[in-house]
């Protein structure tokens, strides 16, 4: 069983890569809300796919990240990619 | 083409707002000293005009790790413009709201960074903020997006040339339909790849004194000083009666094979002509200042040749700065506009001018009637630019 990236994985990526804005509280509005809600546009999405993708030594296409909205969605698109890549190796 | 100055902040090593910078030039402070930004040891150009105590507390975290310090810098300065103006953004149409700024180099620490990550780690490694932090038009573009600013907009890159041909681009808007122009530049290239490109022209200072690196005029001029800052100004068709107008600009470019500054004259009484004034209308030049022997002679010859020897009064307050790239004109141009406010030359700092450049430089804060200020600015590739603000 590989190792999982954790929506907190996925926080820690957005704070490093492309700040937070004021007033979004990343603990609590991570899982309910939509990336643009929380104020990051389509380049902050992908500093955070790469950021995650890097760090869990996963191949992931840019492609990957341009079509999710929420960071759930960009969690199990992680995620699969990572199990997709321990089933062949 | 008049242009209303209705709003102006300033940033630079003298200070970080247009009242802290402007009492301290005039009070004689020099804001040139050790590089402390980056270990400066390894390079022959020990003297900066740094920006020390900037924060970017007052952004939106969102925007700190997406952006350059000249853009973070830029950003304060242009809500500090806005906030000066008292234009209320809720009750303008944003497409009559258009932001016109120059950059010399982009966002060079911000690049130099990255293309670290890039050598040492890999491309993965590079930041995707990269793709705009970097760019000649990120602090237009930021500044647009803070503000809501959808006017047309724009940026102008001709090395510290555009600090003016942008003020003077945005005075133009005025009469093509924008309401409000938010101009001038904010600039720096604080690191060590910047201090490299720059010394690679050879103009740069190697003198490690910092009251003796920059001394334009002077006899024992050897270069200029790396600075960063700059100012930010609004602009609109109506007064509201606090400061000065653009009243006419000229630009020029040499041919690269002649001296530079052949055509600084030419581009002088370009300006002249559109503001409609003689030479003997203008009270001070806020001169160039190159601090090369070269360069000073081939500007000290324009202003004699336009002016008369030893005649009208010029002053070079970069001398306390340092040169910021474009950021340096736009911040001639808002100090010249502070001068008609208060009837006061500011000072050209630690200078002995040589006399027979026939240059009458200001060596002290001097108080002096003044109705029009010339304000000029030459760049790398031959830009010549002449700016007069006036009331």
């Known amino acids: 069983m590989p190792a999982r990236v954790t929506m907190n994985d996925l926080k820690r990526a957005l704070e490093e890569g492309s700040g937070v804005d004021e007033g979004v509280d990343l603990d609590t509005d991570l899982r309910t809300m939509a990336f643009s809600e929380l104020g990051y546009d389509s380049l902050a999405v992908l500093e955070t796919g790469l950021r995650l993708g890097r760090e869990n030594n996963i191949e992931l296409d840019d492609s990957v990240f341009t079509d999710l909205d929420t960071p759930q969605q960009m969690l199990d698109a992680v995620n699969e990619a990572l199990e997709r890549q321990s089933a062949v190796s | ?391």
């Open chain 2, 1 to 391: 083409m008049t242009a209303h100055i209705n709003g102006i902040d300033i940033i630079s090593p003298l200070g970080l707002s247009r009242e802290e910078h402007w009492k301290a030039l005039l009070d004689g402070c020099s804001g040139l000293g050790p590089t402390q930004s980056f270990d400066s040891a390894r390079y022959d150009n020990p003297i900066s005009g740094e920006i020390l105590h900037f924060g970017p507390d007052e952004l939106p975290k969102r925007l700190v790790p997406a952006t350059d310090r000249m853009t973070q810098m830029s950003l304060v300065a242009a809500a500090g413009a806005f906030d000066d103006s008292g234009i209320d953004m809720s009750q303008v149409d944003p497409l009559d709201v258009g932001v016109m700024t120059a950059a010399t180099a982009g966002g060079y620490a911000f690049g130099q960074k990255e293309l670290q990550n890039l050598w040492s780690k890999g491309p993965k490694y590079v930041s995707t903020h990269q793709s705009y932090a970097w760019f000649y038009a990120v602090n237009t573009g930021q500044i647009s997006i803070r503000h809501g600013c959808q006017g047309h907009s724009g940026v102008i890159v001709a090395d510290d040339a555009g600090g003016l041909d942008a003020i003077a681009f945005a005075a133009r808007r005025l009469a093509r339909g924008n309401q409000i122009m938010l101009t001038g530049s904010v600039d720096s290239t604080m690191c060590p790849w910047g201090r490299v490109a720059h010394a690679s022209t050879g103009h740069l200072s190697k003198s490690a004194d910092a009251q003796a690196a920059y001394l334009p005029f002077d006899e024992r001029a050897a270069g200029w000083v790396n600075g960063e800052g700059g100012a930010h100004l609004v602009l609109q068709s109506h007064s509201d009666g606090r400061y000065a107008a653009v009243l006419g600009h000229g630009a020029t470019v040499d041919d690269p094979r002649a001296a530079p500054g052949t055509g600084l004259g030419q581009a002088i009484r370009i300006a002249l002509d559109a503001a409609r004034l003689r030479p003997g209308d203008i009270q001070v030049v806020f001169a160039d200042a190159a601090g090369t022997r070269e360069a000073d002679r081939a500007e000290a010859a324009a202003l004699v040749e336009i002016f008369g020897p030893h005649s009208v009064p010029v002053t070079a307050p970069k001398a306390a700065t340092g040169r910021m790239g474009c950021g340096t004109a736009s911040l001639d141009v808002a100090m010249a506009v502070l001068a008609i406010r208060d009837q006061t030359i500011p000072p050209t700092l630690n200078v002995e001018a040589d006399e027979s450049l026939g240059v009458n430089l200001c060596g002290v804060a001097t108080q002096h009637p003044i109705t029009n200020v010339l304000v000029l600015a030459r760049g790398v590739g031959g830009f010549n630019s002449a700016l007069i603000v006036g009331t």
